[in-house]
């Protein structure tokens, strides 16, 4: 059966704003990595509680469904962007011809001349950890390093005849600030998709994408969100809100954040 042409399958490339939304029934949350992943697992072992001016400016990303609505103002932290000091995207021949598994760390470091107990090491060992672990209850998980195999992972989970749309969060003017209060400027617009996935950066030497999505349609909600800065910043948001977080680590950081017990309402 084909979808009818208003609908796309979505893939995203998680840039900037995270959004939280809660449901009557159940909790929902939808997220954007704007920074390194690592960061909020770093702070799960924090109690933290639903007050943007008690913690820490890096996790003002995570939001209620009062905060969600035109003529809102909040603070967000948006990440600041380097290309210059970026990770290198390698093509899919560069990426396959370098082992990616927690089994090589060793021979990694090696390779990229990174001492054992570094930062970067550090880091290293987080991403092959989270990529070789397995998908929870009806997800697709993948990590990408490179735009070949992203395309090949997001064909294999959509179909290869279906249409993909590309969203991620873009802003209009030189960013300047990485820590502000933003007003939604217009009503959030819901963008129709039956199935998505989700792209994340994450920390590593090169371009690492981790890749994910739900297999059954209409577990998430995805919408494009206008944000105005107080310093006339202007931010073309996509945010993506997982309907059900029954299912999930009990210690996610947004819990903590929000003062909330996954599947339930604040």
């Given at each position: 059966?084909?979808?009818?042409?208003?609908?796309?399958?979505?893939?995203?490339?998680?840039?900037?704003?995270?959004?939280?939304?809660?449901?009557?029934?159940?909790?929902?949350?939808?997220?954007?990595?704007?920074?390194?992943?690592?960061?909020?697992?770093?702070?799960?072992?924090?109690?933290?509680?639903?007050?943007?001016?008690?913690?820490?400016?890096?996790?003002?990303?995570?939001?209620?469904?009062?905060?969600?609505?035109?003529?809102?103002?909040?603070?967000?932290?948006?990440?600041?962007?380097?290309?210059?000091?970026?990770?290198?995207?390698?093509?899919?021949?560069?990426?396959?011809?370098?082992?990616?598994?927690?089994?090589?760390?060793?021979?990694?470091?090696?390779?990229?001349?990174?001492?054992?107990?570094?930062?970067?090491?550090?880091?290293?060992?987080?991403?092959?950890?989270?990529?070789?672990?397995?998908?929870?209850?009806?997800?697709?998980?993948?990590?990408?390093?490179?735009?070949?195999?992203?395309?090949?992972?997001?064909?294999?989970?959509?179909?290869?005849?279906?249409?993909?749309?590309?969203?991620?969060?873009?802003?209009?003017?030189?960013?300047?600030?990485?820590?502000?209060?933003?007003t939604i400027s217009e009503k959030p617009r819901e963008v129709l998709?039956?199935?998505?996935?989700?792209?994340?950066?994450?920390?590593?030497?090169?371009?690492?994408?981790?890749?994910?999505?739900?297999?059954?349609?209409?577990?998430?909600?995805?919408?494009?969100?206008?944000?105005?800065?107080?310093?006339?910043?202007?931010?073309?948001?996509?945010?993506?809100?997982?309907?059900?977080?029954?299912?999930?680590?009990?210690?996610?950081?947004?819990?903590?954040?929000?003062?909330?017990?996954?599947?339930?309402?604040?």
């Amino acid at each position: 059966m084909r979808l009818a042409s208003a609908f796309w399958n979505l893939l995203f490339l998680y840039a900037s704003l995270l959004l939280l939304i809660v449901s009557a029934r159940k909790t929902t949350i939808g997220f954007k990595n704007a920074y390194n992943i690592k960061k909020f697992h770093d702070h799960q072992d924090h109690d933290q509680s639903h007050d943007h001016h008690m913690i820490s400016p890096e996790l003002n990303v995570f939001f209620t469904p009062n905060d969600f609505q035109i003529g809102k103002t909040m603070p967000v932290y948006f990440p600041e962007k380097n290309l210059s000091s970026s990770p290198k995207l390698l093509t899919k021949e560069e990426a396959d011809s370098i082992p990616f598994s927690l089994s090589q760390l060793q021979y990694l470091l090696d390779y990229f001349s990174f001492p054992k107990n570094s930062p970067q090491a550090q880091a290293m060992e987080y991403t092959l950890r989270q990529c070789e672990l397995g998908p929870t209850k009806g997800e697709a998980r993948f990590c990408a390093t490179s735009l070949e195999s992203m395309l090949d992972f997001a064909l294999d989970f959509f179909g290869s005849n279906t249409r993909i749309k590309v969203l991620t969060t873009t802003h209009l003017k030189d960013k300047n600030t990485l820590f502000q209060n933003y007003t939604i400027s217009e009503k959030p617009r819901e963008v129709l998709t039956p199935r998505m996935i989700g792209c994340h950066t994450m920390p590593y030497p090169y371009l690492v994408f981790y890749c994910h999505g739900q297999l059954q349609s209409g577990e998430n909600k995805v919408f494009e969100i206008s944000l105005a800065g107080e310093n006339g910043e202007r931010v073309e948001s996509t945010a993506v809100c997982h309907m059900d977080t029954s299912h999930w680590d009990r210690n996610h950081v947004s819990f903590r954040v929000l003062g909330i017990e996954p599947g339930s309402s604040p």
